[in-house]
Nanobody
């Protein structure tokens, strides 16, 4: 069993930055990723990083603004979000899975409870 705990969400003005963290208990050699869900919308992929940190994927909507990274010594994945826009407002969820394909498709094995990010205009 793996438990994921997200932190770092909050309220920020447009153009600002936030860094989300997700600490995982248990095994560390998972692909880790982030999804988000805005009110009334489906959960959507944001980014994912391979177990060794060398393989990274991003949604087109966040490329150039968001950076995903991980610290395997701390079993933690990060999402640095810069140049935030009001449309980035959502609950952000951390997920882990055995393969990059599974995580990107949203079929990871475990999910966190989510952290709210609100970007004001």
């Amino acid at each position: 069993q793996v438990q994921l705990v997200e932190s770092g969400g909050g309220l920020v003005q447009a153009g600002g930055s936030l860094r989300l963290s997700c600490a995982a208990s248990g095994r560390s050699l998972y692909v880790m990723g982030w999804f988000r869900q805005a009110p009334g919308q489906e959960r959507e992929f944001v980014g994912a990083i391979s177990s060794g940190g060398y393989g990274i994927n991003y949604a087109d909507s966040v490329k150039g603004r968001f950076t995903i990274s991980r610290d395997n010594g701390k079993n933690t994945v990060y999402l640095q979000m810069n140049t935030l826009k009001p449309e980035d407002t959502a609950v952000y969820y951390c997920t882990v899975g055995n393969t990059m394909n599974a995580v990107v498709r949203g079929t990871g094995d475990y999910w966190g409870q989510g952290t709210q990010v609100t970007v004001s205009s």
